[in-house]
């Protein structure tokens, strides 16, 4: 190891997938005994910038220069050798092994051909103990909380010697109170020299713990400098740029009924969410908006029968609904498009007809419990024309054979063949490319023009401003604030989000 | 011929690079056009005129009714076995849930009379399909383990109330030697009544669509109002119906109840659900596929018998056709993604 004062440059940094530029010479300095917030939206191309000083990725152009000596293209391993660390947010432990064989994995001390178990236990005594944690070394990682599965992450890439540790969205799945101690560790680790990139989407995280920020924006740098000079607003206008216009507002709804077909008294789960109140009116598409963890996936799932309430009530239509699994909630009129489209929605080996039909199949029966393949066929009919699936037009294709796209809109046309007063939609475009994304809006707004009554869960601001009539931020657990429809501004969006 | 591009780029390409649009032609589309079971159907053709040229008593209508009646205890079985592969389900347990069955009618109707031991033998096969329902269902143990399980349990059990012998049963023979028309036995009538009655269930009613799409994604089977649980134990009810059924055929064909009767019987059912293209994946899978999966393994020992061929090669035979056709469809599958 060097005395010298550790420091991590990217110079000029280029990449292109498939013939499309998404850095275009990008500079960033992680010096040690500091952290570097780095902003951007989904897209802006902060991934790739650190998987390039990862060595995950090898640069088109650029260089990274670690330690005074210049690299064109650095390798995981050689990454890793010169101290590069970095904490993904999909954790990437091996959670049926235990803390201390997950904190020397892949380096396993040995004599002979044995393991040495006290020494993995030593070693990871001793760097628990330079964080100041009490874990139990011998417990599985899978049976830990998330925020200490990602101390022990950290914990091992210390125990590597890491000297710049990368940090993606690191409190995405935290709690408050486990935020706070990632933070105390953070401190620790930047007292101690190592130097911390650090990236996030909450704003107010930037004031509390990082020394310079900087905002990717289509992969060029838009803003960079010490944290302490810049605002909140001109975060976000950095990070927004020049899009703030260019997003359209949806016409206002032409009929929305009074009363609410769903509303949430009170509700809460515990774990999930806490005391939230909202109202669905049918005609209306209301948005459900917060980060990862914040609770909105959680609470379309409540409406669901998917969790329990702890306290408080779901009315559907005025009656007090008890939804104990999800044939009660479609029996009483909610339809529910998952996020992971392909594992909790999809049945790909089946055919499209099949798929669009699957709930309707006990209204659809003819006599006992016989299935028609016509009437199927004609639900297959009504559907594919209305939502403008591209395919063979062929019911008896596979739906695995169909487009991400094509694929989420028949599995919306399931609810409307259903009849579902209510859709609860989570994440309804994630994974989706643009064009068919803008088709996806117009479906779910035809289907509120038409009565159903719209709640969208979404971790994106911009589908906020193009679909919802009202919006409500939920932040851990709690709502946050409710935006009628002018209010709703991707700016407003992001502010209130991370207050 | 015309170019598929229709743009200067496109049309710059050589003449014989397919356009990204263009269909996929050759081998590949054959393949992933042609129905499920024609590769089966066109294997029994083969074998049906191999046999017929190497053996002269192969092809007459009593060899024929042979076939049937070889294929007739494993097809009862098959039937509701295809059922529960459709829903990513298997049942280990149907060989000694025979000889349970069996052992039980014979030991209940020696003292008690022949209708109580049916009334047994029936009570029997629910009962180990409850507990294989249960036990995956309820429990959430995994159905190979938990079929494992009963499958040693109820063989030992009916050793037990046997004592290990051979119980011999009287006045029983009608269900399993009779031939009430044209000289068709009535476990083969039996066997055709179930594979049609499996085909419209599987076909045309609401369980049999709910049972192919909690075997294609069972968490999205659950999120489109589907009890899932409650199918999947329905259809190990039914698999414990019907085996049964088939012991009841079984001891009246043999007038005895033999603690070897199911031996090996479970490797036979799952190699013709298998063969007639089920997967073992579930969400895919035919009662007519089972079908000829039955009758190419029928027709294999049969034929193979006629040329005086021994019987371990037999078992050799029905391996290797096994491993083939699995191959087989992994290509197809596999074709068909791309």
Redesign the interface.
């Known amino acids: 190891m060097t005395s010298a004062p550790f420091l991590l440059q990217a110079r000029g940094i280029r990449k292109a997938f498939g013939g499309v530029e998404v850095l275009h010479g990008v500079d960033l300095d992680a010096p040690g005994g500091s952290v570097l917030a780095l902003l951007g939206e989904n897209g802006a191309g902060k991934s790739t910038l650190v998987k390039i000083v990862a060595g995950d990725y090898q640069p088109d152009q650029g260089e990274v220069i670690v330690g005074g000596a210049s690299h064109a293209a650095l390798t995981p391993l050689s990454a890793r050798e010169h101290g590069i660390r970095m904490i993904f947010q999909e954790l990437a432990d091996a959670p049926t092994l235990t803390v201390a064989e997950n904190i020397s994995l892949g380096r396993w001390p040995t004599r002979g051909p044995f393991v040495r178990w006290d020494e993995i236990r030593r070693r990871a005594r001793e760097v628990l103990d330079q964080l100041g944690v009490e874990l139990d070394v011998d417990a599985p990682v899978g049976t830990l909380p998330v925020g200490e599965r990602q101390i022990v992450e950290i914990a091992r890439a210390l125990s590597d010697r890491a000297r710049c540790l990368i940090l993606d969205e690191p409190t995405a799945a935290l709690s408050a109170q486990e935020t706070e101690r990632l933070f105390g560790f953070v401190r620790r680790l930047r007292e101690q020299g190592t130097a911390l990139i650090y990236i996030t989407h909450r704003l107010d995280e930037v004031a509390e713990i990082a020394d310079r920020v900087a905002v990717l924006r289509d992969g060029g740098v838009a803003l960079e400098g010490p944290a302490g000079d810049f605002g909140r607003a001109d975060l976000v206008a950095a990070m927004v740029g020049r899009d703030i216009g260019e997003v359209r507002r949806p016409a206002a709804p032409a009929s929305v009924s009074p009363a609410p077909v769903l509303r949430f008294d009170r509700a809460s789960v515990d774990g999930a969410f806490d005391d939230v109140a909202l109202d669905v009116r049918p005609g209306e598409v209301v948005a459900l908006y917060g980060k990862l963890g914040s609770g909105i996936a959680e609470v379309a799932e409540a409406a669901f029968g998917l969790r329990p309430l702890s306290r408080g009530a779901i009315e559907i239509a005025g009656r007090r609904a008890k939804l104990r699994d999800p044939a009660d909630a479609i029996a009483a009129g909610i339809g529910l498009l998952p996020a992971d489209r392909q594992r909790e929605g999809a049945f790909l080996v089946r055919s499209v007809a099949e798929n669009l039909a699957a709930p309707s199949w006990w209204s659809m029966r003819t006599k006992g419990l016989f299935i028609s393949d016509a009437r199927e066929a004609s639900a297959y009919g009504r559907w594919h024309e209305a939502l403008r699936i591209r395919s063979r037009n062929d019911p008896a294709q596979l739906l695995g054979t169909l487009s991400g796209g094509n694929q989420q809109k028949v599995l919306l046309g399931r609810w409307l063949e259903r009849r579902s007063r209510v859709l609860l939609l989570i994440e309804p475009t994630r994974g989706v490319d643009v064009g068919a994304r803008q088709e996806i809006y117009r479906a779910i707004r035809e289907l509120a023009a038409g009565g159903v009554g719209v709640l969208v869960a979404t971790s994106d601001y911009e589908e906020v401003v193009q679909l919802a009539d009202r919006a409500i931020v939920m932040a851990r657990g709690r709502v946050a604030a409710e935006l009628e429809a002018d209010q709703i501004t991707t700016q407003r969006l992001t502010e209130e989000v991370g207050g | 011929m015309t170019p598929v591009g229709t743009t200067g780029e496109a049309a710059a390409t050589e003449p014989g690079a397919p356009a990204p649009t263009a269909r996929k032609s050759g081998p590949g589309e054959l393949l992933t056009r042609l129905p499920d079971i024609a590769p089966l159907v066109l294997l029994l053709l083969a074998l049906g005129i191999f046999f017929s040229i190497k053996s002269e008593f192969f092809l007459n209508y009593d060899n024929f009714l042979n076939i049937l009646t070889a294929a007739a205890i494993t097809g009862i079985i098959a039937a509701p076995a295809t059922l529960l592969m459709v829903s990513g389900q298997v049942d280990l347990s149907v060989g000694s849930a025979l000889t349970f069955c069996g052992v039980v009618m014979a030991y209940v109707a020696d003292k008690q009379g022949i209708f109580l031991g049916i009334v047994a033998a029936v009570a029997a096969g629910l009962l180990v399909a409850c507990i294989n329902g249960t036990l995956v269902t309820v429990i959430g143990v995994n159905p190979l383990i938990t079929t494992l399980a009963t499958l040693a349990a109820f063989a030992g059990l009916a050793r037990v109330i046997a004592d290990g012998q051979t119980l011999p049963l009287n006045g029983f023979s009608t269900l399993g030697t009779s031939r009430p028309f044209f000289d068709i036995p009535l476990p083969v009538i039996i066997f055709a009544v179930v594979v049609i009655g499996f085909y419209v269930l599987m076909r ?4 049999g ?2 049972m ?2 909690i075997g ?2 069972p ?9 899932t649980g409650r199918l999947i134990f329905i259809g190990f009810l039914l698999s414990g119906a019907f085996v049964a059924l088939a012991a009841l055929i079984n001891v009246s064909q043999l007038s005895a109840a033999s603690t070897q009767a199911g031996n090996g019987l479970e490797l036979s059912v799952i190699t013709a659900v298998v063969l007639g293209g089920a ?1 073992l994946a579930g ?2 899978g035919t009662i007519v596929g089972t079908l000829f999966g039955l009758l190419v393994i029928a027709v294999l020992n049969n034929g193979l018998t006629l040329l005086s061929v021994n019987s371990f090669w037999q078992d050799v035979a029905r391996g290797t056709l096994l491993a083939l056709a699995v191959s087989f469809d992994q290509l197809r599958l596999r074709l ?2 791309e």
């Open positions: 045309y009613t609401v369980i669509r709910s192919y799409a294609a994604n968490v999205a089977a659950r999120l489109t109002g589907l009890r997967s969400g895919r068909t993604r």
